[in-house]
């Protein structure tokens, strides 16, 4: 289940970040909550054991940057670079990401739980144990990303890709819908259910260039 703000076992010891957020910064234990940020540049920085709150980013650099077990609340990705940033133990909870690059991203031991993903760029990720749940993700691009225990409960999949990504114990068997507009023939590894299988049937003989008629 999702934690709460106080669940997590470094709740007692966040300060309130009061200062700007800067390249390179070192962010440990603080605790970022109702503030939106434009045109900022965190290139490179580390957050450690830290929690965001209610908070907007628009616009800004955050390529390369860290999280380490760091809990996201109502947070907002707007236009915001991540490229090749690191995630390791973390929760995304009742969040939104819209024309977001994280190209390159390694991300270990993440949960998105009630957030929507629109045209997130993951070209060449590496997703590993991450959970999708109730979500939605529209127009995300997994293209050459390796996924390996990767699952999608309750989550809407409308138009991602897929091409020539890898998958390793990946399963597509809880989510509402899976709509993929390119890469079923990259599914080699995936678990899909029955149901599911008819709905991509087309779009998979298409790709192996079968022709079906009645």
């Not at 109502?74 to 939104?96: H, K, M, P, Q």
């Not at 929507?116 to 529209?138: I, W």
């Not at 989510?175 to 299988?197: C, F, H, K, N, W």
Request: glycine fraction near 6%.
């Amino acid at each position: 289940m999702p934690r709460e703000l106080e669940d997590l076992p470094y709740a007692p010891y966040l300060e309130l970040l009061t200062g700007e957020l800067e390249r390179e910064g070192d962010y440990d234990g603080v605790h970022l909550r109702d503030a939106t940020f434009d045109d900022v540049n965190t290139v490179g920085a580390r957050f450690m054991e830290s929690a965001v709150q209610q908070v907007t980013i628009n616009d800004s650099r955050m390529d390369r940057s860290r999280y380490n077990d760091v809990w996201f609340h109502t947070v907002r990705w707007i236009g915001v670079n991540l490229a090749e940033s690191d995630w390791f133990d973390v929760e995304v909870l009742s969040s939104a990401m819209s024309g977001v690059p994280m190209f390159g991203s390694k991300v270990h031991q993440v949960v998105f739980h009630n957030c929507k993903l629109d045209s997130v760029n993951l070209r060449q990720a590496t997703l590993r144990n991450v959970t999708f749940e109730d979500c939605l993700l529209r127009e995300v691009d997994f293209a050459g990303a390796k996924l390996r225990e990767v699952t999608f409960p309750g989550t809407d999949l409308e138009d991602v890709r897929f091409d020539k990504a890898t998958f390793t114990k990946v399963d597509f068997r809880k989510a509402r819908s899976i709509g993929i507009a390119d890469g079923v023939e990259s599914l080699r590894g995936a678990t899909i259910s029955m149901t599911q299988l008819l709905d991509l049937a087309p779009r998979m003989a298409h790709a192996l260039g079968i022709s079906v008629r009645d």
